[in-house]
């Protein structure tokens, strides 16, 4: 059985913005959402890159205590995001609880903001400092708090996903609640990622010499993607989620259709689990093509991984070449708001969605001189209108995953 | 710490904390609350820093029969006086 999975809602909290008018608004003036690194007063002082992709204004949660006592940081943003598709669906409390709804849903490593109190308790000599960590501290922080803690918000019984593979955990949460769906293990899910403020992955990114260091006077000048002048990535935070629902049954009970995923693939490196892979990159975006069942012509724009490291950009440039050629429009929507981690895959899905229904593609930004290794595709180096019926969107993470997410626009009416 | 004085105490956590709205010494902690597994651990810390001391595993495995607010108060009585005694 294969059937068609649709887009039906979405909600992203972003660095450029939280509300969908927010956000189109900063991807057509260009607004970056990279600001000063908080101090966290433990790792700040000791890490060189004094940036971060910050969400820096208030969100109405409205939880009570019965939802935030198993919640972290991170979990706070992933149920307001889950909230929110589940309001903006329409979907019957019934349906929600029947267990034909699933979540696939996770972050890079639970809350990183628990973990760090509950090892605080190492260092401190006090018993009741030890007798502190409990079983709520495990709740919050482990590695699939995000996912069961929107199934316990709302009730839901369906498959329970938790897909932690760093850069690619959100992409990957929407591909397989693709699959999910396609194949008929599930009618909806909700799927998606997020990650919190977090310095101790600022400091990992910052030790291997990945982190962005020549712009910390200047935040919103990085990261730059395929830029000449690019020195490296900006950790950030944020959260998406999408409502996937199987096709006829969207159309059925009228529900507004976003987009359709039309294809995923996900494959390893095999080896190193660092560096970029041209041969793994490469397999993973035909894969894709192949799952989809369309010609890399077909593909009207990418939405590139594109950190803003010095080789990643390359690599990733030459995958895009060898498949599609220099025809599509290419944006790194990372340099508005930095690499938000295990939420990036979901944002960039979700922002490539505003972006087609609006009808233009946002330039990547700081892009003020391509790097010639990376000249032979199509930048977006200004606001572009025009039509997109097809969308990449490529991911690839530590550990030597890679995705690419293939998303079309309503195939029914042609739009 | 009295009977009245332990009282006010809980029944201030059980509101500050707890979210507890008009909690009755005889209500049924779960059904009228909502009080789950999950509070009874936090509560069970919130005793022990109260107390100034650890519970042990046997005393905490006691406090799983607890069901009203009036056995959360015979509880801590019972573990003072075996602390006391």
């Known amino acids: 059985m294969k059937r068609r999975v649709v887009i039906t809602a979405s909600s992203a909290i972003t660095p450029i913005g939280y509300k969908r008018s927010d956000i189109i608004e900063s991807l057509l003036q260009g607004r970056s959402g990279v600001k000063p690194l908080r101090d966290d007063g433990l790792l700040t002082q000791h890490i060189h890159s004094r940036v971060f992709g910050t969400v820096d204004y208030p969100i109405d949660y409205g939880f009570t205590r019965k939802d935030t006592k198993t919640m972290g940081p991170v979990a706070f943003y992933a149920c307001q995001v889950a909230k929110d598709v589940l309001a903006a669906s329409g979907l019957e409390q019934e349906f929600i609880t029947s267990g034909r709804l699933g979540v696939s849903f996770s972050s890079t490593h639970g809350s990183p903001t628990v973990q760090r109190n509950i090892y605080k308790t190492f260092f401190s000599k006090l018993p009741s400092e030890f007798s502190s960590i409990g079983a709520v501290d495990y709740l919050k922080s482990m590695v699939h708090t995000t996912a069961v803690n929107i199934t316990r918000m709302f009730g839901i019984t369906g498959r329970v996903i938790a897909s932690s593979t760093a850069c690619t955990t959100s992409s990957q949460s929407i591909g397989l609640g693709y699959e999910m769906v396609k194949y008929g293990m599930q009618d909806a899910m909700i799927c998606g990622g997020a990650d919190e403020y977090d310095t101790t992955t600022v400091a990992v990114f910052d030790n291997l010499l990945a982190c962005s260091v020549a712009y910390n006077d200047r935040p919103e000048c990085t990261p730059r993607p395929f830029d000449t002048k690019r020195d490296g990535l900006v950790v950030g935070e944020g959260a998406g989620a999408v409502l996937l629902e199987e096709y006829e049954s969207a159309k059925r009970r009228g529900a507004t259709i976003l987009g359709e995923v039309i294809g995923f693939a996900c494959n390893n490196n095999g080896g190193d689990l660092i560096l970029p892979n041209l041969d793994g990159i490469t397999a993973t975006l035909r894969l894709a093509l192949k799952d989809a069942d369309i010609r890399p012509q077909d593909v009207d724009f990418v939405s590139a991984h594109a950190t803003a490291t010095k080789m990643g950009d390359v690599i990733e440039a030459q995958a895009i070449n060898a498949v599609y050629g220099g025809r599509p429009l290419i944006t790194g929507l990372k340099s508005y708001m930095g690499h938000t981690m295990g939420s990036c895959g979901a944002i960039e899905t979700i922002l490539t969605l505003y972006m087609m229904e609006q009808g233009f593609i946002a330039p990547t930004l700081n892009l003020d001189s391509v790097d010639e290794r990376c000249r032979m595709l199509n930048h977006v180096r200004k606001v572009t209108t025009g039509e997109t019926r097809i969308a990449a969107i490529q991911n690839f993470a530590f550990g030597g995953v890679n995705t690419c997410l293939l998303i079309a626009r309503d195939r029914d009416t042609g739009a | ?85």
């Open chain 2, 1 to 85: 710490m009295n009977r009245d004085e332990l009282q006010k105490k809980i029944i201030s956590i059980l509101e500050d904390d707890f979210e507890f709205a008009h909690p009755g010494l005889t209500d049924n902690l779960r059904d009228d609350h909502g009080f789950d597994s999950i509070d009874a651990i936090e509560l069970l810390a919130k005793i022990e820093t109260m107390l100034g001391f650890q519970l042990t595993r046997e005393e905490k495995e006691k406090a799983m029969s607890i069901r009203t607010i009036n056995d959360i108060l015979d509880y801590i009585e019972a573990i003072q006086t075996a602390h006391h005694s």
